[in-house]
Each structure stands twice: as C-alpha cells, then as structure tokens.
C-alpha cells in the first residue's frame, strides 16, 4: 500500500465534507468553523501469519495526525470534534482506497486563538491527536 493512497484514504475519511478542510495551513481567506489536519507521524506495518507465504502478508500504515476544529464557540469546536469522532469510528470507516481506518487512540486538548483578523474575539481551537491504522481490506 503506497503512502501517496494512505494520505487520500485518510483524507477522504477525515473530510466529511461539513466543513472546508486543509492539509498542513489554513488559507488565510478561510473564514470559520474549518479543519486543518497534518500527519505527525506515519509507520508502515507488515502483518505475517506463519508459515507465510506472500498472500499471508498484510500491509498497515500506523498514523498519527493532528486535526485542528477551528470555530468562534466552544460549542461549535465541540461539535466539530464529535463530528471527526463519529467519522472515524463508523464501523470502520472504509478509504476508497483498499483499507479501512481504525481508530487506536484519541484526545482533544483546546485552546483560544490571539484575535488577529479584525473580529472583537478569538478563535477557539480543538486540537485532536489521533493514531489510526489503516489496513489491507
């Protein structure tokens, strides 16, 4: 399994097409609630059963990636981050790609953004960190 389809296939399940998303930086035109993601972290696995032979042999891509639910409200980031939860536990989500995501771990730390784009108040942040596997289907 190439990285090049493990990142669309992560893409396609992160993008749940409720909210305009960004790999790596937000445009700076991009008004809120919008997603920026960015891979941290990505190990690629082999799985062997023994005695093995090469149809025995089972590809995964352990990833860890940071999805940032930019909003004006807690409670907007809230729901933002129950939204990316749900798409990544949905029975699993299947890529288009040849896998399916797995959810391993999940945590959500926020925060307030300094006001820097003219509005009377900050930007609220939802920091998900979250290590997913994506294996041969």
């Given amino acids: 399994m190439s990285f090049t389809n493990a990142m669309k296939g992560l893409f396609g399940v992160l993008d749940t097409g409720t909210y ?3 790999v790596g930086l937000r445009q700076a035109t991009q008004a ?3 997603i920026v993601f960015e891979v941290t ?28 639910c930019i909003a004006d409200t ?13 798409a990544l536990t949905s029975n ?16 959500v730390t926020m925060t307030t953004e300094t006001p820097d784009d003219g509005q009377s108040d900050a930007e609220r942040i939802g ?8 294996v041969e289907t």
């Fill in 92 to 107: 699993p989500p299947l890529t288009g790609q040849g896998f399916a995501a797995i959810l391993n771990a999940f945590s």
């Fill in 32 to 34: 809120t609630p919008c």
């Fill in 41 to 68: 972290n990505a190990e690629l696995m082999t799985m062997h059963r023994f005695p093995a032979t090469p149809a025995d042999r089972k590809e995964l891509w352990q990833v860890t990636v940071e999805i940032a």
């Fill in 20 to 22: 305009p998303m960004f």
């Fill in 127 to 134: 920091t998900i960190t979250a290590t997913i596997q994506l």
């Fill in 74 to 86: 807690v409670d907007a980031v809230s729901a933002m981050v129950d939204d990316q939860f749900l």
